[in-house]
């Protein structure tokens, strides 16, 4: 069932979400091949930590990992992933349904790499769901900040 929070905002920004069975979705390949898209297609996102404690949500392509070089000269700290614990407690989501909408308490970065499709998919706040939408729509709705901070080599 996709969290009240998130259906408001996909309804105020004539968006659907696409609800599939429980735990259908809860990674990058599954959703791809649930959906019937590439991988890089989904928009994946993922929770980081800072050395300074701060968190930041990472919107990123489902193909790519997050290089940690480039992650520490955009947040000017060390980052680590966060934990399973921390990712739900920051976001309300569990990891494998982290949405990217209505996430007013965190920094949001989003990788350039997914502007090169046409249709992206974050998920809607669980694992069994996506929301088709364009690169720069879930930019402009986010309010992310877009950024480079995947590996080149993957």
Same mark, same amino acid.
């Given at each position: 069932?996709?969290?009240?929070?998130? #259906?408001?905002? @996909?309804?105020?920004? %004539?968006? /659907?979400?696409?609800?599939?069975?429980?735990? &259908?979705?809860?990674? &990058?390949?599954?959703?791809?091949?649930?959906?019937? /898209?590439?991988?890089?297609?989904?928009?994946?996102?993922?929770?980081?930590?800072?050395?300074?404690? +701060? +968190?930041? @949500? /990472?919107?990123?392509?489902?193909?790519? #990992?997050?290089? $940690?070089?480039?992650?520490?000269?955009?947040?000017?700290?060390?980052?680590?992933?966060?934990?399973? &614990?921390?990712?739900?407690?920051?976001?309300?989501?569990?990891?494998?349904?982290?949405?990217?909408?209505?996430?007013? $308490?965190?920094?949001?970065?989003? %990788?350039? #790499? @997914?502007?090169?499709?046409?249709?992206? +998919?974050?998920?809607?706040?669980? %694992?069994?769901?996506?929301?088709?939408?364009?690169? &720069?729509? @879930?930019?402009?709705?986010?309010?992310?900040?877009? /950024?480079?901070?995947?590996? %080149? $080599?993957?």
């Amino acid at each position: 069932m996709i969290p009240e929070k998130v #259906r408001r905002i @996909l309804t105020e920004n %004539d968006l /659907v979400a696409m609800e599939f069975s429980p735990g &259908s979705t809860p990674t &990058s390949e599954a959703a791809a091949q649930q959906i019937g /898209v590439q991988i890089g297609q989904i928009a994946k996102s993922m929770v980081l930590k800072a050395k300074t404690g +701060y +968190y930041y @949500l /990472v919107i990123c392509p489902g193909n790519l #990992r997050i290089c $940690n070089k480039k992650a520490k000269k955009i947040i000017g700290s060390r980052v680590r992933m966060a934990q399973a &614990s921390e990712t739900e407690q920051v976001t309300g989501f569990k990891p494998g349904g982290v949405c990217p909408f209505g996430m007013d $308490n965190l920094d949001i970065l989003i %990788d350039e #790499r @997914l502007a090169q499709y046409q249709t992206i +998919y974050p998920a809607a706040g669980n %694992d069994a769901s996506g929301v088709a939408i364009t690169f &720069s729509r @879930l930019q402009t709705i986010t309010a992310a900040r877009v /950024v480079d901070i995947m590996l %080149d $080599n993957h």
